[in-house]
């Protein structure tokens, strides 16, 4: 194909485009209702580790992500497994004491998401996750996320 009828067939494509009604893409989790937000990273046991909560109504499912917290050096071996100690806890601001998960896990070197138990809160209060992750020598130095209810 020439140039010329390249540009004709890219001019007729745009202009099919143009004319095409617009539809707008629904928001994530529009279907379901379901909110995701993650707090601030932070490096535990030599990894990225970040607490995610997922908010559907009044119910709230926190998940800890462990990740490599860098690319590895070009060359380099892929890590070796990892044994992981877990803990993730979940809870009212000001009521009862947290629900709290510990777990181990085996950590390669893709992302790995633990889940965490399922709080439900009345609507206006606040909820506040913690997600640590220790493994030899290192001790766990937990991230903390909060979400407030919004009914």
Known sequence: M???ALLAI???GLTALATAPATAAPAAGAATG???SCGNSGLQAGLSTRLCADVTGNVVEFYGRVA???PPSPGSPAPAPKELSTTLSAGVV???SP???DMRVIFTSTTLDV???VSTAACGSTVRGTFGVASFPWAARPVVHEVTITC
Do not use: E, F, I
Request: aromatic share 0%; glycine share 24%; hydrophobic share 35%.
């Open 2 to 4: 020439n140039r010329l």
């Open 10 to 12: 890219g001019v007729a």
């Open 34 to 36: 379901t909110v995701t």
């Open 68 to 70: 490599l917290a860098g």
């Open 94 to 96: 000001g009521g009862a």
């Open 99 to 101: 629900d709290t998960q």
């Open 115 to 117: 889940r965490g138990p």
